[in-house]
């Protein structure tokens, strides 16, 4: 079946540590990828998406994915994350008007 | 941005009873809406596609009677969960597309429905 998925489900990592965040999705053809990111107790925003062009994008709060269409890939990653980075992050895929999301990945960052 | 309001944000009903969600899009007309279904600590599970104007495509193994979606303009869409039961609490997300962007989808921020 068509997926979206997330490898880690729960990541806990301390301040100023890298992250990575793995999203593989099984879909063919030309898809749209986003990773959102929803705080504790709020609603979903977006932090980047890839459509076309540069397949290393840039998102909000020092975010950045790439993009690597031979491994189905596309991982989220910044290079040193801070306390306020806790939240939960969904990896999604547009294909045929709909976005899917993978099951999530919970973050919990260590002051 | 654009803005995707829902209200209620949280609804508390008893068993049996029925109860209806808006989403509206502000700022933008939304040609397609999209409605999400969300379980504690779990992902986005789609529940269904509406058009304005059209009837709404339902994904598979989500009951189209009891989850009755109405897109009737271009900045509205409803979701109205009929005869209520305690598994239909969750926490209910919209999203809309169209006007600005044409793929990007922009979210509501969710309503929580509890079923007593």
């Known amino acids: 079946a068509q997926s979206v998925s997330q490898h880690n489900h729960h990541v806990i990592l301390s301040e100023a540590a890298s992250l990575e965040l793995g999203c593989n999705y099984s879909?063919?053809?030309?898809?749209?990828l986003f990773w959102y990111v929803q705080y504790p107790g709020q609603h979903l925003q977006l932090l980047l998406k890839?459509?076309?062009?540069?397949?290393l994008v840039k998102g909000i709060k020092g975010f950045e994915a790439e993009f690597i269409k031979s491994k189905f890939s596309f991982n989220l990653r910044k290079p040193s994350v801070q306390w306020s980075d806790t939240a939960e992050y969904f990896c999604?895929?547009?294909?045929?008007?709909?976005?899917?999301f993978g099951k999530g990945t919970r973050l919990h960052i260590l002051p | 941005g654009a803005v995707v309001s829902q209200h209620p944000s949280r609804v508390i009903c008893k068993s049996g009873t029925s109860v209806k969600i808006e989403c509206r899009s502000l700022?933008?007309?939304?040609?397609?809406m999209f409605w999400y279904r969300q379980f504690p600590k779990q992902s986005l599970m789609l529940m269904a596609t509406?058009?304005?104007?059209?009837?709404?495509?339902?994904e598979q193994g989500v009951e189209k009677d009891k989850f009755l979606i109405n897109h009737a303009s271009l900045t509205l869409s409803t979701l109205t969960v009929t005869s209520a039961h305690p598994e239909d609490s969750s926490f209910y997300i919209c999203?809309?597309?169209?006007?600005?962007?044409?793929?990007?989808?922009?979210f509501g921020p969710g309503t929580r429905l509890t079923v007593t």
């Open positions: 890839y459509f076309s062009g540069d397949p």
């Open positions: 879909y063919g053809g030309t898809v749209n």
């Open positions: 509406s058009n304005e104007g059209s009837k709404a495509t339902y």
């Open positions: 999604a895929v547009q294909r045929d008007d709909k976005i899917i």
């Open positions: 700022d933008f007309q939304a040609t397609t």
């Open positions: 999203s809309a597309r169209g006007g600005l962007g044409g793929y990007e989808q922009y």
